[in-house]
């Protein structure tokens, strides 16, 4: 057991994880499929992970060095996965602290840091990207003690030993010097000589904790975890206890340990390693395997509750059902019931008043990628506005707040200062440092509905906004709704550039011409207050007096495309977002206007 350390990956999104990992395996000789060897960031396998930069789901590699095997944890970088990261961080007994050269410690890596200092886990601080231009890793080396000291580690955890790195390069060193760097084994070394080998002990009674699960054609579900203590083998009949604590006696039909990035299959395992088990068709996360002569359970895994909900719903636009193969009721169900058995931190409940479901995740990011998961599956739906999960704390009513974290160039500060100001920020920190003003916020979670597409412009594209959940306060009752209306379409038909021209002085518009749009569905956002209504199919008729091609020169503005975060943020209570495969549209929930006015004279709507 004593050449076995099991690591995880901590960073903020961008800062190199995924491309130091690749380092580390390609440096051990580990054998990729032909499909893999030349690629880049092998880690970020899923296709939304290779769009957006970002690891969204923990994967777990092994590698083989000087006879040591060094199980690798991917964690997500990001705080609305934390119900990933506070799994997975289960299975390690140290961590690698990944922290950019020139950013230094951000809030994400805030988030997960704190989550690792708490499970009393062995840090070693990582300074990645040392040759940039502008790369200042004694300033960041200095701003990461701060972190530590903030978070409340002890003093042994403070003094953690530092490498310096170019993961993108291959190359390491204990001191910020490229030119003594050779390879990534400094890296390996630091980990071998402070990384505690797993504690647990073989020669007693098999526990095992299951922290991930996915599924296999030929093997049904299999279960990721850590033999905390015991031996496992192929084969062998062992005790599943569940959630509420219901002992099950089960065989295991299949052993896999890893390899690399494979699963490969074994005849036996021990106390310190991480494997994966078949053969359990209802297991779940955060449940034991026991041994069978002495079943004693692990602690459950304590999961942080969701802050956001929303509702998802069968679509019932005019346009339903034309684009997604999955689109019934049932479909739908089942889809987000069987997402819960993988991602402990969403909840589902079945939503009796709109024959929908109330989704609850931890922000919404986690929320937005589980709806473009979908959407990319071939289901089809529609969803409510998110809407924060008001807590009752000892009587009070009390509402999720966020630290936020801003850089933007100084120039632009004043308005984001005095925009965080309308939304009641509490300003926490200020500094300007080479024209960049970093700005530290707590925030109730839901003023912060919307700002981040004012802010991209606001600080024209040069903002850098992070969040993290910060904990629940008293709900001071102040609700932020939109300041501006929507432009919604007067009738069904398809989109001219006539019309376009004609609506667009009315304010900005989501579509662009030749696009199919019907009765009620949101085209753009009003320049005013109220909805309007604008007839954006409107074809220009021949006359005696002039052709139809008089008039083309006018000029059309490029339309705002609205993405699926962007439509989350700016739908008020009285839309929903259309999701499809092929199209992400806004709608009225009441298209007819005649209806929609008729609902708001009666409180209706």
Partial sequence: MNNIRNIAIIAHVDHGKTTLVDALLRQTRVKLSKELANQDLIMDSNE?????????????????????????????????FGGEVERVLKMADGALLLVDAKEGPMPQTRFVLKRALEMGLKIIVVINKIDKNDARPSWVLDRTFDLFIELGADEESAYFPVVYAVGRNGLAGKEPNIETMHDISPIFEAIVENIPAPSGDP???????????????????????????????????????????????????????????????????????????????????????????????????????????????????????????????????????????????????????????????????????????????????????????IKE???????????????????????????????HGELQDMRTENGVSSLEYIIA??????????????????????????????????????????????GSGVTSMYGLVGAQGRGALFLGPAVPVYKGQVVGQNSRSEDIRVNICREKH??????????????????????????????????????????????KIIVDETEAKKAKKFGLA
């Fill in 393 to 423: 704390i000892n009587g009070v009513k009390c509402t999720p707040y966020e630290w936020v974290s801003i850089e933007a160039p100084e120039e632009y500060s004043g308005s984001v200062i005095q925009e965080m100001g309308l939304r």
């Fill in 203 to 389: 020669d007693k009674p098999l526990q095992m904790l299951v922290t991930t699960l996915s599924p296999d054609n030929f093997k049904g579900r299999i279960a990721t975890g850590r033999i905390y203590n015991g031996r496992l083998k192929a084969g062998q009949d062992v005790v599943h206890i569940n959630r509420e604590g219901v002992a099950q006696k089960v065989r295991i039909t299949s052993l896999m340990t890893f390899e690399g990035l494979n699963r490969v299959d074994t005849q036996g395992a021990q106390a310190g390693d991480i494997v994966a088990i078949a053969g359990i068709p209802d297991i779940t996360i955060g449940e034991t395997i026991a041994d069978i002569d002495n079943p004693v359970a692990l602690p459950l895994l304590s999961i942080e509750e969701p802050t956001i909900k929303m509702t998802f719903m069968v679509n019932s636009s005019p346009f339903a059902g034309q684009e997604g193969e999955f689109k019934t009721s049932r479909q739908i169900r089942e889809r987000l019931y069987k997402e819960i058995e993988t991602d402990v931190a969403l909840r589902v409940e079945d939503d009796p008043a709109t024959s929908g479901w109330i989704v609850s995740g931890r922000g919404e990011l986690h929320l937005a990628i589980l709806i473009e998961r979908l959407r990319r599956e071939g289901y089809e739906f529609q969803v409510s506005r998110p809407q924060v999960i």
């Fill in 542 to 587: 021949l006359t005696n007096m002039r052709s139809k091609g008089d008039g083309a020169m006018e000029h059309f503005n490029t339309p705002k495309v609205m993405s699926l975060e962007d439509a989350l943020e700016y739908i008020n209570d009285t839309e929903y977002v259309e999701v499809t495969p092929k199209n992400i549209r806004i709608r």
């Fill in 48 to 80: 939304l992970e290779k769009e957006r930069g970002i690891t969204i789901f923990s994967k777990n590699a092994s590698v083989e060095w000087q006879a040591t095997k060094i199980n690798i944890i991917d964690t997500p970088g990001h705080a609305d």
């Fill in 445 to 490: 979670t839901k003023e912060l509905f919307g700002f981040r597409t004012e802010f991209l412009t606001d600080t024209r594209g040069l903002g850098i906004l992070n969040t993290v959940f910060h904990d629940y306060r008293p709900d001071s009752g102040v609700k932020r709704e939109r300041d501006k209306g929507s432009l919604v379409a007067h």
